[in-house]
């Protein structure tokens, strides 16, 4: 063989070799990451295998790091080592771990009703004695102790809190809270935020996340706040709205009606965005993938609007990859029916969070009926309520997590998910019909009708998704026919031009009386976009309706009375803790759409919006045709999977556990733009899924499609295979 065919025959052998070691190598497991689809996610709080298995979770809490000042070093090198091997076990069972972490500083006053001071945090002791073991994690000690990192009131007194459970009372122990816009406490929590990242967990549940009312007057707060000023209150609009446009020497406002209030308050929830957007960015230098929310939105009497406590989850939604919610208040909001046949439903709540948080995950830390608030529930009860948790959640694209061992009715409803997990993976709310929901209103002292319109369009059977301002800029309102605004005082010029906008180009605008007549910064407008559409500078004294361009404009008036719709009744003591809160102020509270008490002269005018919007749309929408006054309807669409998800929720549910089944409903489902319906399938009972005889029509250039829910006993979901 000639010297360059040997060469080449050797060459090729040792290729070959090669090759067949590669092939023959194990291949190595891909990295884990995370599955973030709200879709995906059944959360179970133990990490017990059998549990997690039986309820077929996908989601449960792992090992996270030890606090520093409760362990030595070498105890916390320990401690890690167990948790990533924790942690690491259970992603190899596929299961997505997350953790809690707190941002208090705990310690214990002489007494359990002695005040707290300062000097009694436990954080105190470990600065002291053991910071220097953890530089590398904190770097080196700052001259300032702890004490000084807290949040403060005007008087330099500290807010905190007692825990105790449920029917015992409180011993010494206290929360109190560090200021996030001390930079010694943000490094603090930079290395306590690190250390979990370092476990290997996906994500973190951050408690007390917040800023506490009445506070933050630190040296920091103030610098940061005139700041703030600085870079979003032009100068020439302070001096119009408050007289000045120096902020330097400014008095920081400490209640409603002080100058700068509204900055004041909105600041305080862009400084909690802002701590929660810094916390995982350190994570994610040791996890890429890491994953946070915060828990500032609790139902606490006045729900999703965020005033008081710096929970402003338009803000927090753009920064937090899931939502992480203590939104229901106790049994009180539960929802069911009532004894007086009221229904309780949380659902405009929810649909408000999927729009602030632009669809991720929403965790819902729901209270159940457990003792002592309602003794010796029986697991009917449970199972039943349990269910009626389970489906709110889900159908209002939610995840619920439950406090107690998990009853058998919650362990039927996971594995129905659970069957259909394919299906819902990648689903999101859809709709023809938008509600417009803006916290901004409230943190101007202004009010609106967000939550109470959609709790009123409910009721009526109609399938509709919440929109937060964002939205209006994001150059997707083509997707909706109609978007409804309930009366929003303040918007841009900017945002009213893109509404309009939306109308030229063939959507439906219905406006309840006089929005965007402010500006943002809450001075009047001098041009007013959405009222010249109809053909004035002014809005027209009675109801109107105009073509502009391709689509059509709605105006209903609405005179609002001194009273401002307020609900009548007063907040309760310790507002922090149980409501109504906020009932002296906004109308738009739990108490009124939770809890269907919506003042009449109101409720009126909402019903009238809904008639003008069936008008409107001549057909076009998605609804229960009637017949079912407890059964809620909305609708998902599933785009890669070509799938249209129609989800029921009955709500004639007691919390004594006894359900009355939904029958015969009749479902109407607008199917998007150029789709026809293939075929479908349903279940109202968690059983099996079985094809689903319907009719179909066209609908103006739309198909709709028409079935029979036969029985919906908790939840029921259809699933609408599109051509």
Not at 126 to 138: A, G, I, K, S, V
Not at 393 to 407: D, L, S, V
């Amino acid at each position: 063989m000639p010297i360059n065919r040997r060469i080449l025959f050797a060459l090729t052998l040792a290729l070959t070799v090669l090759l067949l070691w590669v092939c023959s190598k194990p291949a190595e497991a891909p990295a884990w990451k995370p599955l973030a689809d709200w879709g995906h996610w059944i959360l179970g709080q133990r990490s017990n295998a059998e549990f997690l298995e039986k309820n077929h979770m996908t989601v449960t809490f792992g090992s996270g790091a030890p606090n520093f000042e409760t362990v030595t070093r070498a105890q916390f090198d320990s401690l890690m080592d167990a948790a990533k091997a924790f942690n690491d076990s259970y992603h190899e069972k596929g299961y997505i771990v997350l953790r809690y972490l707190s941002t208090s500083l705990n310690g214990d006053s002489e007494t359990s009703t002695s005040e707290p001071q300062k000097n009694q945090i436990h954080l105190l002791k470990f600065y002291n004695e053991r910071w220097q073991d953890f530089e590398d994690y904190l770097g080196p000690k700052p001259a300032a102790d702890p004490g000084t990192w807290m949040m403060v009131h005007p008087d330099g007194s500290f807010p905190y809190y007692r825990y105790a459970p449920y029917g015992q009372e409180t011993d010494e122990g206290f929360e109190a809270w560090g200021c996030p816009d001390n930079p010694d406490y943000l490094r603090y929590m930079e290395g306590k935020v690190r250390a979990q990242a370092e476990t290997g967990i996906d994500g973190s549940y951050v408690d007390w996340t917040h800023i506490a009312g009445g506070t933050c007057y630190c040296n920091y707060t103030r610098q940061n706040f005139i700041q703030y000023l600085m870079d979003n209150l032009p100068p020439e609009v302070g001096k119009a709205k408050y007289g000045s446009g120096d902020y330097e020497t400014i008095e920081l406002p400490k209640k409603r009606g002080d100058k700068f209030w509204m900055e004041w308050i909105t600041y305080r929830g862009q400084a909690v965005a802002e701590f929660h957007e810094r916390l995982r960015t350190v994570a994610r230098k040791y996890n890429p993938d890491f994953m946070i929310s915060g828990n500032v939105f609790g139902g606490f009497g006045y729900g999703p609007i965020a005033y008081d406590a710096a929970g402003n989850m338009e803000m927090l939604g753009k920064v937090d990859d899931f939502i992480y919610s203590e939104m229901q208040e106790y049994l009180d909001s539960a929802p069911r029916k009532r004894e007086d046949g009221v229904k309780i439903s949380n659902s405009p709540a929810l649909k408000f969070l999927a729009a602030a948080s632009h669809g991720k995950p929403t965790i819902i830390y729901a209270t159940e009926i457990t003792p002592p608030i309602f003794p010796n529930p029986t697991e009917k009860c449970l199972s039943a309520m349990a269910q009626m948790n389970i489906a709110e959640a889900e159908a209002n694209h939610a995840i619920f997590r439950e406090k107690r061992e998990t009853p058998p009715g919650a362990t039927e409803m996971y594995a129905f998910l659970a069957q259909n997990r394919e299906n819902m993976t990648g689903a999101q709310l859809y709709s023809n019909v938008a509600v417009l929901a803006s916290l901004n209103q409230y943190l101007a002292d202004e009010i609106s009708f967000a939550f109470s319109a959609s709790r009123v369009l409910a009721d009526r059977g109609i399938s509709h998704v919440m929109i937060v301002e964002d939205d209006l800029l994001s150059g997707g309102l083509n997707r909706f026919d109609l978007i409804y605004l309930p009366y929003l005082p303040l918007l841009s010029r900017e945002k009213q031009q893109a509404l309009k906008k939306f109308v030229e180009k063939g959507g439906r605008l219905l406006l309840l009386s006089e929005c965007g007549v402010k500006t943002e910064y809450n001075l009047p407008h001098k041009e007013l976009s959405l009222a010249e559409m109809f053909g004035g500078k002014t809005y027209p004294a009675r109801a109107a309706a105009k073509n502009v361009g391709e689509g059509r404009a709605v105006f209903m008036p609405l005179a609002i009375p001194p009273s401002k719709f307020l609900i009548p009744m007063q907040a309760k003591e310790g507002v922090t803790t149980f409501g109504p809160a906020m009932a002296e102020i906004f109308p738009d509270i739990p108490e009124g759409y939770t809890r269907n008490r919506i003042d009449p002269q109101l409720r009126n005018a909402l019903i009238s919006a809904a008639d003008m919007i069936e008008e409107m749309l001549s057909g076009r929408l998605s609804k229960i045709t009637g017949g079912s006054p407890y059964l809620e309807m909305t609708t998902m669409l599933q785009p890669d999977k070509n799938l249209l998800l129609v989800h029921l929720v009955n709500y004639d549910v007691t919390v004594a556990g006894e359900v009355a089944p939904a029958q015969d409903a009749a479902v109407e489902a607008l199917l998007p733009q150029g789709k026809r319906a293939r075929r479908a399938v349903f279940s109202g009972v968690l059983s099996e899924m079985k094809p689903l005889e319907f009719t179909s029509r066209k609908q103006g250039s739309r198909e709709k499609i028409a079935f029979t829910a036969d029985r919906v006993n908790v939840y029921g979901l259809a699933v609408v295979e599109l051509e």
